[in-house]
């Protein structure tokens, strides 16, 4: 098992452009999320989806656009990059009931390093 | 409005004594209190969780003191060694809800001295 896999490690954009972050699981988990951390902000949700065609927003998720077309994968698109949006990127997955909340733990990915000039 | 409060922000600690880290919570709908360590470059892994029908749980060397009334929980590590340096997060959530998604503290930088 891979588990929770994340690319790129490291990214460097110019305001405007646009990427998309890519994440994928290979344990079946229903629900996945993105998080972004800052320096003394903690983890902060961005977007969440808890099964294949089932998105939602989290706690900050403007500037940002996901979509789940298959259970193993989980992009997250940056549109038009500003430098607010330097940060790091967490995937995390985890076991949930179908089309449910997560339930126990979850495994996070091993980060993409995004900086905005 | 932060619904996880941590502290403290950074911690320093002698090898063999004991680290605590507290956070607060605001929502009593909240049924799962997780802690999260984080080495630098990694991303977070579960170290212990608890839910509110226990007041502790402990697992080796990290123990979670839970106390519903006060709405607050902690995190002990007993024997503290070098290697436990790293960021540790809380984390509470609605389990028993239709949501689940985890509420993060703002992290605890722990370094232990040798």
């Known amino acids: 098992n891979a588990g929770v896999t994340q690319t790129p490690k490291f990214q460097v954009l110019k305001t405007g452009q646009s990427m998309t972050l890519q994440c994928a699981q290979d344990?079946?988990?229903?629900?996945m999320s993105w998080y972004r951390q800052d320096p003394g902000m903690g983890l902060r949700l961005i977007h969440y989806?808890?099964?294949?065609?089932?998105?939602d927003q989290g706690e900050v998720p403007n500037g940002y656009n996901v979509s789940r077309s298959t259970t193993e994968d989980f992009p997250l698109r940056l549109l038009s990059a500003a430098p607010s949006q330097t940060s790091v990127y967490f995937c995390?997955?985890?076991?949930?009931?179908?089309?449910?909340?997560?339930?126990?733990?979850?495994?996070f990915g091993p980060g993409t390093r995004l900086t905005v000039t | 409005q932060q619904q996880v409060k941590q502290s403290p922000q950074s911690l320093i600690v002698q090898k063999g004594g004991i680290s605590i880290i507290n956070c607060a919570y605001e929502?009593?709908?909240?049924?799962?209190f997780p802690w999260y360590q984080q080495f630098p470059g990694k991303g977070p892994a579960l170290l212990i969780a608890?839910?509110?029908?226990?007041s502790e749980k402990k697992e080796g060397r990290f123990t979670i003191s839970f106390n519903k009334s006060a709405k607050q929980f902690s995190l002990h590590i007993m024997d503290s060694q070098p290697g436990d340096s790293a960021t540790y997060f809380c984390?509470?959530?609605?389990?028993?809800?239709?949501?689940?998604?985890?509420?993060f503290g703002k992290g605890t930088k722990l370094s232990v001295k040798p």
């Open positions: 995390a997955s985890s076991y949930s009931t179908q089309s449910g909340p997560p339930l126990g733990e979850q495994y």
């Open positions: 344990m079946n988990h229903e629900y």
């Open positions: 989806s808890v099964g294949a065609g089932i998105t």
């Open positions: 929502n009593t709908a909240f049924d799962y």
């Open positions: 608890i839910r509110p029908d226990v």
């Open positions: 984390a509470a959530a609605t389990y028993g809800g239709s949501q689940g998604n985890l509420i």
